[in-house]
């Protein structure tokens, strides 16, 4: 390993990197067959490192029957062919090396595929391997043979029950997501010893950091028994269980990964549990992802149930969970989107104008990155947020692809949506919208391949994509560009203390906050307002402060005291 990878190590939850998720089915297809893959990744490493990201989280490329896109893993330990071989692994994991950059895997290990060696020896009649699942009788079966009902009402994250009734086995198997990803018992130490060789593989074939997905599941309650209501509470109920932090615990010691870049997927966590999770004392993770700030557009909660985001709400989540990890010592990955959620920029800022210099898509796409990339914990970039890509522009439910959306349409229509407030529902909120083949050019499919794409390419990359905005004064990417290189460069930002602040009253959609170290202060600004409106320059103790050090519409005058005016979706980073 060179020296500067070693160094990356060294520092890794230094605060001070920037990471990069790429989505390998979408993102640069070499050779013609419509799906991104790894030689792909490599021809693009100059653009990412011209972008100036440290670390590169890729997700799954191994072996699967992509039900779920490569979440259902028939094979830790070898690349999918469809995505490359070992050989170009290898080749990405040191020309990235080469460029400074390091590479994040995601590691699946919640749950398998059932195509997966182990499920099908389970199914064969082998029972060390049926003890790797969780298996169980029928409510009400009669004996062998007969299934009963499912054992409990739960319901699986994509929609429907939770159990599948398996006639090989005779028992039911729990899967938390799909049918075909049953989930493995961490409470079995084979289990346990499985996935810490499964870790050790990777990390001793050159990666220098891990993303753990939906980790915080792997620990299920004791008791497996009905939740009140529709049996969707089961998710809480499975979330943080009781032995996940001594799972998690082991896991890193045996397989050699404490203060490597972590990051793990909690899903329904708490506070409590990120800052255990991720409190370098604890020897766990270096970082956690929360969804709480990105369900304020949920109604009642329902992810189907749209409406418009709630910014008082967003300012309490993120708030809660900036100072709250910070006075227990943990650690946020910052993020707006990923290959789990909308395009945040068509979900903040609605649709319109969508590349056009100078509109409001501007201006809400930089005003995210510099909420996000001001905030304590360490950044993330999804791909194509740096172009600022916008959600998928589908009319029809069959150009969807993904199978959370289809399960969720059915079951909209058959709760009595009509077709027409389904299809608007998943086009809002489908996965789908994240998994939209990058834009690298104007030209035919975006550049992303010479084939047919997998996914249909936004017809808005004809204004949208990198070959435009590299290189170009004031564009998104170059945006981007500038803010990586300022916050890599500011300690304040890396380690300063944060703090919301007070915008007045007339400002109820503007959240801002201070970050302090010593006697440098820096405060962001950002308004998720679509109309213009003021904030109180005194109460954010800014009237006195020198530089903006970054807007998303540049022409600041000299700050004062009295009311500061910003325009619609104005973000300034002022220093003090
Ligand atoms: C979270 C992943 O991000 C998502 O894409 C996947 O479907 C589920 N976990 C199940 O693995």
Redesign the pocket.
């Known amino acids: 390993m060179d020296e500067k990878v070693n160094t990356m190590t060294a520092q890794s939850n230094n605060k001070n990197s920037v990471v990069y998720e790429i989505y390998v089915k979408s993102f640069c297809d070499s050779d013609g067959d419509g799906l991104g893959d790894l030689p792909g990744i490599t021809s693009k490493l100059d653009y990412l490192a011209n972008l100036g990201v440290d670390y590169l989280w890729l ?1 799954p490329f191994y072996p699967s029957p992509q039900r ?2 490569g ?2 893993v028939s094979d830790y330990c070898a690349v999918d062919p469809r995505y490359g071989t070992m050989e170009d692994f290898d080749e990405l994991v040191a020309a990235a090396r080469e460029r400074g950059m390091g590479i994040m895997l ?1 590691m ?1 290990l ?2 398998t595929s059932n195509q997966h060696e182990w499920f099908q020896r389970a199914l064969a009649g082998e029972e060390r391997y049926q003890r790797y699942y969780i298996l169980r009788d029928g409510k009400g079966s009669m004996g062998p043979g007969d299934p009963g009902e499912p054992p409990t009402n739960w319901q699986c ?2 929609g429907g029950s939770a159990w599948e009734w398996e006639p090989r086995l005779g028992k039911w198997y729990l899967h ?3 049918s075909s ?1 049953p989930d493995v018992d961490w409470a079995n130490p084979d289990v346990r010893d499985e996935m810490a060789g499964v870790v050790r593989f990777w990390k001793e074939r050159g990666v220098t950091g891990f993303r753990f ?2 980790i915080n599941l792997i620990s299920k309650p004791e008791v497996i028994e009905d939740v009140p209501g529709d049996g969707s509470a089961c998710r809480a109920l499975v979330a943080d269980g009781p032995h996940v932090h001594q799972y998690l615990k082991e896991l890193v010691e045996r397989s050699g990964i404490d203060g490597m870049v972590t990051v793990g ?1 909690m ?1 329904s966590t708490g506070l409590e549990n990120c800052i255990r999770y991720t409190n370098p004392d604890e020897h766990e993770l270096g970082m956690s992802f929360s969804f709480h700030h990105l369900k304020v557009d949920y109604r009642d909660g329902n992810k189907w149930k749209l409406m418009d985001p709630d910014i008082v709400q967003l300012r309490r989540v993120l708030r809660e969970w900036q100072e709250g990890m910070q006075a227990g010592g943990g650690c946020n990955a910052l993020f707006w989107c ?3 959620q909308p395009r945040a920029i068509t979900r903040f800022g609605g649709t319109g104008l969508e590349g056009q210099r100078g509109g409001s898509w501007e201006h809400v796409g930089k005003m995210l990155a510099i909420c996000s990339f001001a905030m304590r914990g360490t950044p993330y970039i999804f791909q194509g947020e740096e172009l600022g890509m916008t959600n998928a522009d589908y009319t029809s439910i069959e150009q969807f692809d993904d ?2 959306s289809h399960n969720n349409y059915r079951i909209l229509l058959e709760g009595g949506s009509s077709q027409e407030e389904a299809l608007r529902a998943i086009q809002a909120r489908s ?1 789908d919208n994240g998994r939209t083949p990058m834009q690298w050019t104007a030209g035919e499919n975006a550049g992303f391949t010479c084939g047919t794409p997998w996914l249909a390419v936004p017809a808005n990359h004809v204004r949208i994509n990198a070959e435009d905005e590299v290189g170009a004064a004031g564009s998104m990417y170059e945006f981007y560009c500038e803010l990586i290189a300022l916050r890599k460069g500011s300690q304040v930002l890396a380690d300063g203390t944060v703090r919301f602040l007070d915008t007045g009253s007339g400002a109820p959609k503007v959240i801002a906050f201070e970050r302090v170290l010593g006697s440098e202060r820096v405060v962001a600004i950002c308004s998720f307002d679509s109309e213009g409106c003021a904030v109180d320059a005194d109460g954010l103790g800014i009237a006195a402060c020198g530089d903006v050090l970054l807007s998303t519409h540049g022409g600041i005058g000299k700050l004062s005291h009295g009311a500061l005016a910003l325009r619609p979706y104005e973000a300034l980073l002022i220093a003090c």
Request: with cysteine; proline share 0%.
């Open positions: 997700t779920d896109n979440y259902d995601d699946v919640c749950h994250v994509f938390m997501h799909d990803q997905d939906v997927e899903a990923n290959h789990d199978v959370e996965r």
